[in-house]
């Protein structure tokens, strides 16, 4: 079991950054590849980013490609979602995911996560 807390959403203008932080605590957290999604109102909650769980491979969603990017640190058992060049369309609630794997990869289909956080909230105002 992992549990995992998210932090770090907020309001920001279009053309602004945030950092998501997703802290970890539990089983051993190199044992997780981590996601981040998201949702926003009247929505599904739609695949963001992945990273497999050295840190080796990642992968991204069309919309954000470019402008934001995962990583992680097994030491700390934290992983980070930066994001740039936000865009109203980037207002959700953010979560983040773990999902216990021997493999080196990284998962986009929020059902092979068996573990989620409370969620953060941003918005981005025009």
Same mark, same amino acid.
């Given at each position: ?17 945030? @950092? ?5 605590? +539990? @089983? ?6 981590? %996601? ?9 909650r739609e695949f ?14 069309d919309s954000v490609? +470019?402008?934001?990017?995962?990583? @992680? ?29 021997? @493999? ?12 989620? +956080?409370? %969620? ?7």
């Amino acid at each position: 079991q992992v549990n995992l807390v998210e932090s770090g959403g907020g309001l920001v203008q279009a053309g602004g950054s945030l @950092r998501l932080s997703c802290a970890a605590s +539990g @089983r051993t957290f190199s044992s997780y590849a981590m %996601g981040w999604f998201r949702q926003a109102p009247g929505k599904e909650r739609e695949f963001v980013a992945a990273i497999s769980k050295s840190g080796g491979r990642t992968l991204y969603a069309d919309s954000v490609k +470019g402008r934001f990017t995962i990583s @992680r640190d097994n030491a700390k058992y934290t992983g980070n979602l930066q994001m740039i060049s936000l865009k109203p369309d980037d207002t959700a609630v953010y979560y983040c995911a773990a999902k216990v794997t021997t @493999r080196e990869m990284a998962f986009t289909s929020k059902d092979q996560y068996q573990h989620w +956080g409370q %969620g953060t909230q941003v918005t981005v105002s025009s």
